[in-house]
C-alpha cells in the first residue's frame, strides 16, 4: 500500500509587528518604520517594516545604527498585547484548516495539512485559503511554503516574501536547493556557515559529495542531520505541544579576551538577543543565567532569580552584567560567554504550544 505523502504549510507573517502597527496608522503606511525601543537610549529594533529594511534595518540591530542607516526612519513603541490578539486570530484560524499546528512565534506556524478539515487533497489550496482567511480577518499579510517536510516548507516561505507562495513538490526538490548558500540550512547560523566554508560547502548541495561519518567528524551529531537536510530529508514532525526550558546566546571568541569592556559590550549584545527572542516567542523568564568559559577551558555558569518574570531587556542586561562584576577573576582571559533565560511559563494564545527549537546564537536566519 502506497504511503500517503506528508503535505506540510509554513505560514510566516510579513514583517509581523511593523505590519500591524501600519495597518492600524494609516500615516505610517509606505514609509520606514521600526518597531522597538528609543534612539535616544539603548533601544533594539524588535522588527522593521519592508521600507526601512530597503536601508539596511533589521530586527536585533540598536536603535541608534538602524537612525544612521534610515536618518528618517519613524520609531514606534511595541504593543505587544496587540500582536498577542492577532495572534489569537491567527491561532482561530490554522485551526479551521487542522489541529496539528506547531506555533513557532507569534507570527509563525507549521500546518501538517496531508489530512485537512476542508477535505482538500492540493496543498497550495489548502495554502491560499489560509493566505485568504488571514489577509480578510487580520488585514495583513502572509507568505507560505509548501513541501513534505518542515525544512523545505520554511524555505519556500522565505523565499518570496512578502505575500509569498512557493509550493516545492517532491520532484523538485534538488532544483530548488541547487543554488541555495550553507546559511540557508535549517539551525545553521554563523558559526557554523564559517565552519562549513572552511571544509569548502558553500553551497547546500556541496554535503551531498561527503558521507554523514565526515560530517558528524567534523560538527558533532549536527553533522549528519545537516546531510539529510542537504538531500532535502527532513523526519521532524509537525508538533502541537512542546514547553520551552530557556532562551539563551553565547558567543566564543576569535581570541581570549580580558578586557572588562569588550567583554561587557558581548554580554550586552547577548542580552538583546535573549529579550528581543524571548519577545518574538512571547515568552518570560524569572531567573537569569550568565555563562563564563576561561581560556584554559574552566567553566563557570551563575544565576540570579529576579522578583517577576521579565522580557525586559535594560533588566536582563543589568542583571547579566552584575553577576560577570560578581563572578568574574578580573584579567583572567575569558574565551567565551554566554547569557540566558529561564523560561517560567509560555504566555500567549494557546501558549502550552510554544515551541523554542534552536539555541539564538545558532537559529536560520
Known sequence: ????????????????????????????????????????????????????????????????????????????????????????????????????????????????????????????????????????????????????????????????????????????????????????????????????????????????????????SRLGKHGPFLWELAHGRDTRLVRASRVPKSRGAETTFPKDLADRGEILKKISEQAERVALGLIKKDLKGRQVQLKLRYSDFTTVTRQKSLEKETQDLREIRETAESLFDAHWERGRPLRLVGVSVAVEMPRGPDSRQMILDFDASESPG
Open 1 to 216: 500500500m502506497k504511503t500517503k505523502q506528508t503535505k506540510i504549510i509554513h505560514v510566516d507573517m510579513d514583517a509581523f509587528y511593523a505590519s500591524v502597527e501600519q495597518r492600524d496608522n494609516p500615516e505610517w503606511r509606505g514609509k520606514p518604520l521600526a518597531v522597538g525601543g528609543s534612539p535616544t537610549g539603548r533601544g533594539v529594533v524588535a522588527a522593521a517594516s519592508y521600507e526601512a529594511r530597503r536601508y539596511g534595518v533589521r530586527s536585533a540591530m540598536s536603535a541608534k545604527r538602524a537612525l544612521v542607516l534610515c536618518p528618517h526612519l519613524i520609531f514606534c513603541r511595541g504593543n505587544f498585547q496587540k500582536y498577542r490578539d492577532v495572534s489569537a486570530q491567527l491561532q482561530r484560524i490554522y485551526r479551521e484548516v487542522t489541529d496539528v499546528v506547531e506555533p513557532l512565534a507569534l507570527d509563525e506556524a507549521y500546518l501538517d495539512v496531508t489530512t485537512n478539515k476542508l477535505g482538500e487533497p492540493v496543498a497550495k489550496k489548502v495554502a491560499i485559503y489560509l493566505k485568504a482567511r488571514i489577509r480578510g480577518q487580520t488585514g495583513l499579510t502572509a507568505s507560505a511554503g509548501v513541501a513534505p517536510n518542515k525544512f523545505l516548507a520554511k524555505l519556500g516561505s522565505e523565499h518570496e516574501k512578502p505575500n509569498g507562495l512557493v509550493v516545492i513538490p517532491p520532484d523538485a526538490v534538488d532544483k530548488f536547493l541547487e543554488p541555495l548558500p550553507v546559511e540557508r540550512l535549517w539551525g545553521v547560523g554563523p558559526a557554523t556557515a564559517k565552519r562549513l566554508r572552511g571544509l569548502g560547502f558553500k553551497k547546500i548541495i556541496d554535503l551531498r559529495r561527503v558521507t554523514p561519518e565526515f560530517l558528524y
